[in-house]
């Protein structure tokens, strides 16, 4: 008898979601795909290649680590022959519509294998909180109300999704933003958060990104422990999803215009970086 397959973005809600009771099978996508270079054709041997060089370099995790963390769980959906329902689980941030639109770019190559729903859980806003929430901000004991009112995509869904991620990874980027503001109504997230994306392009004058920038500016207003640099970024973080190991890379990348010290302290470089904004 053919089984549910619920993919979630991330370890973040794992525990909360398997003492929902959903029947099924559950696959964590373990990507980062805002970042790095991207092949379009998700799951291929160069896809894999290209997202093990980048995490081996960006956070020291090493190609057979990245197999068994992310490409061996991928292997959940390939089989997708064997699944009735295929359930994403995704949020309104860029972290989240990035990778899934990776995903539903490989469902849409490969519908054809199978007779399988595919259907999207995607929150920002929520009834009852004042602001946009993740999935592991809010109330676990709400999951099964949320599945009850997914939304079925159609090939037309998956076809846009796709479209969409083969232009974001080949970096056409005006044909993205121009895409994104054409999102039917079940990616109502995907424009603002391609606008987010911006921020994470470097100034052609400072050559940092507006996040970086932010973090020179908060330095030079006085933070001067990392810890509390984080909690300040994060708490402007409105759209980007990113959590402390993106934001201390960012950090780490700022070691030029940092003197080295027991304190975060500008010196010339971060200075005058500062003072182009």
């Given at each position: 008898?053919?089984?549910?397959?619920?993919?979630?973005?991330?370890?973040?809600?794992?525990?909360?979601?398997?003492?929902?009771g959903?029947?099924g099978k559950?696959?964590?996508?373990?990507e980062?795909?805002?970042?790095?270079?991207?092949?379009e054709?998700?799951?291929?041997?160069?896809?894999?290649?290209?997202?093990?060089?980048?995490?081996?370099?960006?956070?020291?995790?090493?190609?057979?680590?990245?197999?068994?963390?992310?490409?061996?769980?991928?292997?959940?959906?390939?089989?997708?022959?064997?699944?009735?329902?295929?359930?994403?689980?995704?949020?309104?941030?860029?972290?989240?519509?990035?990778?899934?639109?990776a995903?539903?770019?490989?469902?849409?190559?490969?519908?054809?294998?199978?007779?399988?729903?595919?259907?999207?859980?995607?929150?920002?806003?929520?009834?009852?909180?004042?602001?946009?929430?993740?999935?592991?901000?809010?109330?676990?004991?709400l999951y099964?109300?949320?599945?009850?009112?997914?939304?079925?995509?159609?090939?037309?869904?998956?076809?846009?999704?796709?479209?969409?991620?083969e232009?974001?990874?080949?970096?056409?980027?005006?044909?993205?933003?121009?895409?994104?503001?054409?999102?039917?109504?079940?990616?109502?997230?995907?424009e603002?958060?391609?606008?987010?994306?911006?921020?994470?392009?470097?100034?052609?004058?400072?050559?940092?990104?507006?996040?970086?920038?932010?973090?020179?500016?908060l330095?030079?207003?006085?933070?001067?422990?990392?810890?509390?640099?984080?909690?300040?970024i994060?708490?402007?973080?409105?759209?980007y999803?990113?959590?402390?190991?993106?934001?201390?890379?960012?950090?780490?990348?700022l070691?030029?215009?940092?003197?080295?010290?027991?304190?975060?302290?500008?010196?010339?470089?971060?200075?005058?970086?500062?003072?182009?904004?």
């Amino acid at each position: 008898m053919k089984e549910t397959l619920h993919i979630l973005n991330g370890d973040a809600i794992l525990n909360p979601f398997k003492k929902q009771g959903f029947e099924g099978k559950i696959m964590v996508w373990r990507e980062i795909l805002c970042e790095g270079r991207c092949y379009e054709k998700v799951g291929s041997t160069k896809f894999w290649k290209q997202r093990a060089k980048f995490f081996e370099k960006a956070y020291k995790i090493n190609h057979k680590e990245h197999e068994e963390f992310t490409s061996e769980e991928f292997k959940k959906l390939e089989r997708i022959s064997d699944y009735k329902e295929v359930v994403l689980w995704f949020e309104y941030d860029l972290f989240c519509q990035v990778n899934m639109l990776a995903l539903l770019s490989w469902i849409s190559r490969h519908i054809d294998q199978t007779e399988a729903v595919i259907s999207l859980v995607c929150i920002g806003e929520v009834e009852g909180y004042s602001k946009k929430v993740s999935l592991g901000e809010i109330d676990p004991a709400l999951y099964p109300s949320l599945f009850e009112h997914r939304e079925i995509l159609s090939e037309d869904h998956l076809k846009f999704a796709q479209k969409l991620w083969e232009n974001f990874a080949s970096r056409e980027l005006q044909k993205v933003y121009k895409l994104s503001r054409e999102a039917p109504s079940v990616f109502k997230y995907v424009e603002q958060a391609f606008i987010a994306y911006n921020d994470t392009i470097p100034d052609f004058d400072s050559e940092l990104n507006k996040i970086q920038l932010t973090m020179l500016s908060l330095i030079d207003e006085g933070i001067r422990d990392k810890a509390q640099l984080m909690r300040a970024i994060m708490e402007r973080d409105e759209w980007y999803g990113f959590g402390d190991l993106q934001y201390l890379r960012m950090l780490s990348l700022l070691e030029p215009y940092l003197k080295i010290d027991d304190e975060l302290i500008l010196n010339k470089e971060g200075e005058k970086a500062i003072s182009l904004i």
